[in-house]
């Protein structure tokens, strides 16, 4: 048998304890030489069972479960839900609280994208980078903490409206704080359109055509990176977004470059609104409507655009005081689909970015890969390894 | 032979040995089920603000070169086994810190059906951070409380895990 | 197109293959599919109309009662969702897989099955999504008469170091 002959095949599982992005998965993949051949993902590490919990508690209670199905965007699920049983109800927040739902989901925004942006570049070895981008987001998050009273999950919304206003202070306070990141996010900018190392590894890979991320359901900043124009704030706009639209931002080279600009560009989309919403004041009045305790029977739709991407909820009440079925469809698995397909072809040493440019948010979906060797070769990388591999790769 | 040490020998080297795990506690993180709101504050901690590296603590990728597993999440079943893979893989002596009302007790998730509930129902723990999420701040105040603890009182053997796997 | 007209639109489509069609809110259409037939006719027009991308599949089951699990398919055309409904006998569940045509659809039907148990004729992977390895078979978090004590036997649990 001679072996020089036989494509050599490696199964490389990777996980699910990752020292970069924090969160388990479990990514198999089948490598011939240095090229990825094939690849799956096993989830499960972070599946609670919370589409059956919330059929255990009531509308109240599950406000407080639901955003926790995720620390990154936990407004955006909290606000969904309020929507989605205001809607059940048939009732509407006041105009006051739709805009103050939007200030804090944009916010929201801000810090996710800047958390991302710092994890991005610790897989890409950028460790300066990380640590500046997460010194720069702690000022997104003393605005948070100003205004809602907790860092993370700040329990802003109540069914039918927010739990507090914002007054002439705090707006002045955020209005200061974005000046500060406006200027940053120029920096960062600058440095993933520029800087020559960063681009080695995020210009021309991991392209998907607009094609592939229609065919293959890709949603949020990853889909518009390849120039499929979907954003729920646009197209279906909720909460405060008919009053105080965002634009769209779009790219179309569809490689991971363009996944950055799409997301660093919509930060001053979010900078932008918040201003004109502190700015032109907000919708004078209520800050809450009444929401009966126990919801007729209904079912209801809702869609919002959580900071990856559309998050879907379907919703059924059967006129009690807990809800008949919520089911909750994230925006990571849609861009899971496309990620797996994409890392077919590419090198090992980009498989750490491609998963990172679709702000993978494992709490939301809870998957793992796998890779199958055809020879049955096994190898045992951890996450840390893979990441190292690739920043070693492109020295 | 006989290796009767002298007792001052023996005290010396054993405050050595508290010394260096005390200045230089490295740790590893593993997520088991949580939303992710402890491990980004865990991540905050770490980057230039509150900055846990100017306690001489730092985080390593891999268990073998741990000493303080900092542990988040409520332990879904699918977890439970990996945690308790790393928990093994590191030496003696090695600590748990429990981060995160999920890791206390399940947290929102307690009763759900894919959640064991709490850390200590798998391991055992040697501190507790409260929070939803814990914020940076507790996060250094529990890691310190364990630091000041392992300077008061002599390390502990490690419980033999039981065979049911519950480190009680 | 606006949301008026796209709504227009989906009604017409929907209704030529539902047995029954409702525009439940302003921007929603749910047809009913009488069999898996009528459902696969209803994707392939809207595929070929290119109206609307796949958000979500999602289970329900309508209760011991009843008898019957209700799979709902959720088509997204800019504000407009097109729900494409289909029944489904509790006994013997099944629906046709739409991953050969959508390939969104896979990790849909594959958590469809795994809280269900509702089988998906041609999925081309059949493996777990969410569900950890040790699950026992035959037990379905989301249906109504799911037991936890189904899960509650001690684990005769050896560590597992193979990885």
């Given at each position: 048998?001679?072996?020089?002959?036989?494509?050599?095949?490696?199964?490389?599982?990777?996980?699910?304890?990752?020292?970069?992005?924090?969160?388990?998965?479990?990514?198999?993949?089948?490598?011939?030489?240095?090229?990825?051949?094939?690849?799956?993902?096993?989830?499960?590490?972070?599946?609670?069972?919370?589409?059956?919990?919330?059929?255990?508690?009531?509308?109240?209670?599950?406000?407080?479960?639901?955003?926790?199905?995720?620390?990154?965007?936990?407004?955006?699920?909290?606000?969904?839900?309020?929507?989605?049983?205001?809607?059940?109800?048939?009732?509407?927040?006041?105009?006051?609280?739709?805009?103050?739902?939007?200030?804090?989901?944009?916010?929201?925004?801000?810090?996710?994208?800047?958390?991302?942006?710092?994890?991005?570049?610790?897989?890409?070895?950028?460790?300066?980078?990380?640590?500046?981008?997460?010194?720069?987001?702690?000022?997104?998050?003393?605005?948070?903490?100003?205004?809602?009273?907790?860092?993370?999950?700040?329990?802003?919304?109540?069914?039918?409206?927010?739990?507090?206003?914002?007054?002439?202070?705090?707006?002045?306070?955020?209005?200061?704080?974005?000046?500060?990141?406006?200027?940053?996010?120029?920096?960062?900018?600058?440095?993933?359109?520029?800087?020559?190392?960063?681009?080695?590894?995020?210009?021309?890979?991991?392209?998907?055509?607009?094609?592939?991320?229609?065919?293959?359901?890709?949603?949020?900043?990853?889909?518009?990176?390849?120039?499929?124009?979907?954003?729920?704030?646009?197209?279906?706009?909720?909460?405060?977004?008919?009053?105080?639209?965002?634009?769209?931002?779009?790219?179309?080279?569809?490689?991971?470059?363009?996944?950055?600009?799409?997301?660093?560009?919509?930060?001053?989309?979010?900078?932008?609104?918040?201003?004109?919403?502190?700015?032109?004041?907000?919708?004078?009045?209520?800050?809450?409507?009444?929401?009966?305790?126990?919801?007729?029977?209904?079912?209801?739709?809702?869609?919002?655009?959580?900071?990856?991407?559309?998050?879907?909820?379907?919703?059924?009440?059967?006129?009690?005081?807990?809800?008949?079925?919520?089911?909750?469809?994230?925006?990571?698995?849609?861009?899971?689909?496309?990620?797996?397909?994409?890392?077919?072809?590419?090198?090992?040493?980009?498989?750490?970015?491609?998963?990172?440019?679709?702000?993978?948010?494992?709490?939301?979906?809870?998957?793992?890969?796998?890779?199958?060797?055809?020879?049955?070769?096994?190898?045992?990388?951890?996450?840390?390894?893979?990441?190292q591999y690739g920043i070693e790769f492109y020295r | 032979m006989n290796l009767q040490l002298d007792k001052p020998w023996q005290d010396a080297l054993e405050q050595v040995k508290t010394w260096a795990r005390v200045n230089s506690p490295w740790l590893i993180h593993f997520n088991s089920g949580s939303c992710n709101g402890c491990d980004i504050e865990i991540l905050a901690t770490l980057a230039p603000r509150y900055d846990l590296e100017r306690l001489g603590v730092k985080l390593k990728g891999s268990p073998r070169h741990a000493d303080v597993l900092v542990c988040t999440g409520p332990v879904t079943r699918q977890a439970r086994d990996r945690l308790l893979r790393i928990y093994e893989q590191m030496h003696e002596p090695k600590f748990v810190v429990a981060v995160g009302s999920c890791a206390l007790s399940g947290g929102v998730f307690q009763d759900c059906y894919n959640v064991l509930g709490g850390i200590d129902q798998v391991l055992p723990v040697s501190a507790y951070v409260p929070g939803c999420p814990a914020r940076p701040e507790a996060i250094i105040d529990g890691v310190v409380k364990l630091l000041t603890s392992l300077v008061e009182k002599p390390v502990p053997a490690a419980p033999e895990p039981s065979a049911d796997g519950r480190g009680r | 197109m606006n949301t008026e007209a796209t709504l227009h639109l989906a009604t017409k489509m929907v209704s030529e293959w539902a047995t029954e069609t409702q525009v439940s809110e302003p921007n929603r259409v749910d047809g009913l599919m009488a069999t898996s037939e009528d459902l696969l006719n209803a994707v392939m027009m809207l595929r070929v109309k290119r109206l609307g991308y796949l958000a979500a599949i999602t289970g329900i089951d309508l209760g011991l009662e009843a008898g019957e699990f209700e799979v709902l398919y959720h088509f997204c055309a800019g504000p407009v969702v097109i729900t494409l409904r289909i029944r489904t006998p509790r006994e013997t569940p099944s629906v046709p897989s739409l991953s050969h045509y959508i390939p969104s659809a896979e990790p849909f039907e594959r958590e469809l099955s795994e809280m269900f148990g509702v089988a998906v004729v041609g999925i081309p992977n059949p493996e777990r999504l969410y569900l950890p390895d040790d699950w026992p078979e035959g037990v379905y978090p989301l249906r109504k008469d799911f037991e936890r004590s189904a899960l509650n036997e001690e684990r005769d649990h050896e560590y597992d170091t193979t990885g």
């Open positions: 048998m001679n072996t020089t002959q036989q494509a050599e095949r490696f199964t490389i599982p990777i996980g699910p304890q990752h020292p970069a992005l924090k969160e388990p998965g479990h990514f198999a993949l089948t490598v011939d030489g240095e090229i990825v051949t094939s690849a799956s993902v096993r989830l499960g590490y972070v599946h609670r069972g919370i589409e059956k919990a919330v059929e255990e508690r009531t509308w109240v209670q599950n406000l407080y479960l639901l955003e926790r199905v995720c620390g990154i965007c936990s407004h955006i699920h909290a606000t969904a839900y309020c929507l989605g049983v205001e809607q059940l109800a048939g009732v509407t927040a006041p105009p006051r609280a739709q805009a103050i739902r939007e200030v804090v989901a944009e916010l929201e925004r801000i810090h996710s994208h800047m958390l991302w942006f710092g994890v991005a570049a610790h897989e890409a070895g950028f460790d300066t980078l990380f640590m500046y981008s997460w010194r720069d987001r702690e000022t997104v998050m003393n605005l948070l903490e100003g205004l809602t009273g907790n860092r993370v999950n700040y329990s802003a919304n109540v069914l039918g409206g927010v739990k507090f206003d914002i007054d002439s202070a705090q707006a002045d306070a955020i209005l200061s704080g974005l000046d500060f990141l406006e200027k940053r996010t120029h920096h960062y900018l600058d440095v993933v359109s520029t800087d020559l190392v960063f681009l080695r590894r995020t210009r021309g890979i991991g392209v998907m055509t607009r094609q592939q991320a229609e065919v293959l359901g890709a949603v949020g900043p990853t889909a518009r990176a390849s120039g499929v124009e979907r954003d729920i704030r646009v197209e279906a706009p909720y909460a405060g977004y008919s009053e105080y639209p965002v634009s769209i931002v779009m790219d179309t080279t569809g490689d991971l470059e363009a996944r950055f600009e799409v997301r660093i560009k919509e930060l001053f989309e979010s900078y932008r609104v918040i201003r004109r919403i502190l700015r032109d004041t907000l919708p004078p009045g209520d800050l809450t409507t009444r929401v009966p305790r126990r919801i007729k029977e209904n079912e209801t739709v809702i869609r919002v655009e959580a900071p990856r991407g559309e998050l879907f909820y379907f919703m059924k009440s059967n006129g009690t005081d807990m809800p008949e079925r919520i089911r909750v469809r994230t925006p990571t698995i849609c861009n899971m689909t496309s990620v797996i397909r994409l890392t077919v072809g590419h090198q090992l040493a980009d498989v750490p970015m491609i998963l990172v440019g679709i702000d993978p948010c494992f709490s939301c979906n809870d998957r793992t890969a796998v890779i199958q060797d055809s020879c049955g070769n096994r190898q045992h990388w951890t996450w840390e390894k893979l990441r | - | -």
